[in-house]
């Protein structure tokens, strides 16, 4: 069973102001508003990024594009860490998606379907810590787009 999940470290720091969150960017939320651990794991293969600084938002964002790519017929597609020369290669293989790491050995194959069901959890989750956290987020319409409310 593959566990997606994430530990959030830190988020909203440069943002304690409400009017520094209104004016928040697509590239603040991407890249310095909730950071924490990856965890992407399916034993005996683990491609956790447990680093602390990982920018979760762009994490989801850039796999749900990745995701569409291979949906729509690409063969394989690569996720960059930021501050990192750390890569995830997803690659597709007939109905499943196969994942590499740069900084561990093995891989994961799993359902592309499946995928996709445990990424929409993990965005979705996110998104409920950050809004319980920060009420004001729900109302944002960048944050909307970028991890839009089911």
């Known amino acids: 069973m593959l566990n997606l999940s994430y530990r959030l470290v830190t988020y909203l720091e440069e943002f304690r102001d409400p009017d520094d969150l209104a004016n928040a960017t697509e590239v603040d939320f991407r890249f310095r508003v909730a950071l924490g651990d990856l965890i992407l794991a399916v034993p005996p293969n683990d ?3 447990r680093w602390g600084w990982v ?8 796999v749900r594009e990745i995701l569409n ?6 063969t394989h597609s690569q996720f960059e860490f930021t501050e990192s020369e750390a890569t995830l290669t997803f690659a597709r293989r007939e109905a499943d ?5 740069s900084y561990a050995p093995g ?13 929409h959890w993990f965005e979705g989750g996110l998104r409920a810590d950050l809004v319980k956290n920060h009420p ?14 089911p």
């Open 69 to 74: 790519h291979l949906k729509g017929g690409a």
């Open 55 to 62: 920018p979760l938002i762009d994490f989801v964002v850039s």
């Open 47 to 49: 491609f956790s990024a």
């Open 136 to 149: 004001a987020l729900e109302d944002h319409p960048v944050f909307n787009r970028l991890l839009p409310n």
């Open 97 to 101: 998606v196969v994942i590499t790491a």
């Open 107 to 119: 891989q994961i194959q799993i359902p592309l379907a499946s995928f996709e069901e445990r990424l």
